[in-house]
């Protein structure tokens, strides 16, 4: 299967468990690798026949930057969701990143990752 993959994607967002996480927000970081069929797109050379990658990290910016959730798990699965409503996508893996969760130690990062496709849950 091909993929699109986009790494990278940082947004703004007030996701956590804690009243101050909810208060001050941070920074989260998006990854996500979309399986699904290219040929098409290939053959073709129009972007109606594949995933715009543009549109699809605004989409992704806006769940983010949307409705609080606590967990990175939960925020994961909505960017899952929203993927999947394209039909071509067969497969996707999300990674949420947290860099700046509220642990009380020196760490790089903490992250979720989920994958999800056609009739999974």
Do not use: C, W
């Not at 543009?54 to 806006?62: D, I, S």
């Not at 949420?96 to 509220?102: D, G, R, S």
């Not at 760490?107 to 496709?117: E, L, P, Q, T």
């Amino acid at each position: 299967m091909d993929q699109i993959v986009l790494t990278g994607l940082t947004v703004f967002g007030r996701h956590g468990v804690f009243d101050h996480e909810r208060r001050d927000g941070q920074e989260f970081t998006i990854d996500l690798t979309l399986h699904l069929p290219l040929k098409d797109a290939a053959a073709s050379d129009d972007v109606a026949d594949t995933v715009h990658y543009g549109e699809l990290a605004e989409r992704v910016a806006a769940i983010v930057a949307g409705e609080p959730v606590n967990l990175i798990e939960t925020l994961a699965e909505r960017i899952a969701d929203a993927v999947l409503e394209d039909d071509r996508v067969r497969l996707v893996q999300v990674t949420v990143h947290k860099p700046h969760a509220p642990i009380p130690l020196n760490f790089a990062d903490v992250s979720v990752s989920v994958m999800r496709g056609r009739g999974q849950a």
